[in-house]
């Protein structure tokens, strides 16, 4: 079945681990995008892709980073994890063709 | 810059009843809204879009929702509300004909309904 996978479903982080959630989709989507959902403030972008080899920063981008060496794959790196890094992490893609956007089932991270 | 306000952090309907689900949204130019759901530890699923044409759009489940530019809002509504129906709503904003711009999410509406 086509659409986004990400992994892990959830991880406890300790503070000042480095983590790498991973996202890859099979639409070939062009765009791509990693947004944070925290309770009482909805989903924030923290960075984007619109096509492999750019990326650009979203609302809430400081603490991480991505990359996208290919279409398919979109990884989100906390280089040194923080509490308030806690959140439900989504991601989700978008062909160029069509204006929404499909997501992941998202990634729960716990840094304690 | 674009952004969308919800203003109801909640909204409580019995079952059977009309609902309705408040956006309004701001934008330069031209806007894409949407309207997406999301059931307890689920991702998020589309629902509907506005892009152009015909004011009032229908999706999935039986939704509809209304674009009203000179009120720049996007109203989620349905006819009769199920139990079923009850989620987790957002609305969201994107730019019209900007290939990849990033949709910008409101902060969503709890939408209950009772039996």
């Known amino acids: 079945i086509a659409g986004i996978t990400q992994a892990p479903t959830s991880q406890i982080l300790a503070a000042g681990r480095r983590m790498t959630l991973r996202c890859t989709q099979d639409?070939?989507?062009?765009?791509m995008y990693w947004y944070r959902q925290d309770l009482g403030l909805g989903l924030r972008l923290i960075h984007y892709s619109n096509t492999a080899g750019t990326t650009g920063k979203g609302e809430v981008p400081d603490g991480y980073s991505v990359s996208r060496a290919n279409t398919d794959d979109f990884p989100l790196t906390l280089a040194s994890a923080v509490p308030s890094q806690t959140s439900v992490y989504f991601c989700?893609?978008?062909?160029?063709?069509?204006?929404?956007?499909?997501f992941g089932q998202g990634t729960r991270l716990t840094v304690v | 810059a674009q952004s969308v306000a919800q203003p109801e952090d909640q909204v409580n309907v019995a079952e059977g009843n009309p609902l309705t689900v408040k956006c309004t949204y701001s934008v330069s130019g031209n806007p894409y809204l949407f309207w997406y759901v999301q059931y307890p530890n689920r991702g998020l699923q589309f629902l509907l879009k506005?892009?152009?044409?015909?004011?009032l759009v229908k999706g999935s489940y039986g939704f509809e929702a209304e674009f009203n530019k000179s009120q720049t809002s996007f109203h989620l509504k349905k006819p009769s509300a199920l139990v079923s129906d009850s989620a987790l709503y957002f609305c969201?904003?994107?730019?019209?004909?900007?290939?990849?711009?990033?949709?910008?999410f409101g902060k969503g509406t709890t939408l209950s309904v009772s039996s």
């Open positions: 989700a893609s978008s062909s160029q063709g069509r204006a929404e956007a499909f």
């Open positions: 506005y892009i152009t044409g015909d004011n």
């Open positions: 969201a904003v994107r730019r019209a004909n900007q290939a990849g711009t990033a949709l910008i």
């Open positions: 639409m070939r989507h062009n765009a």
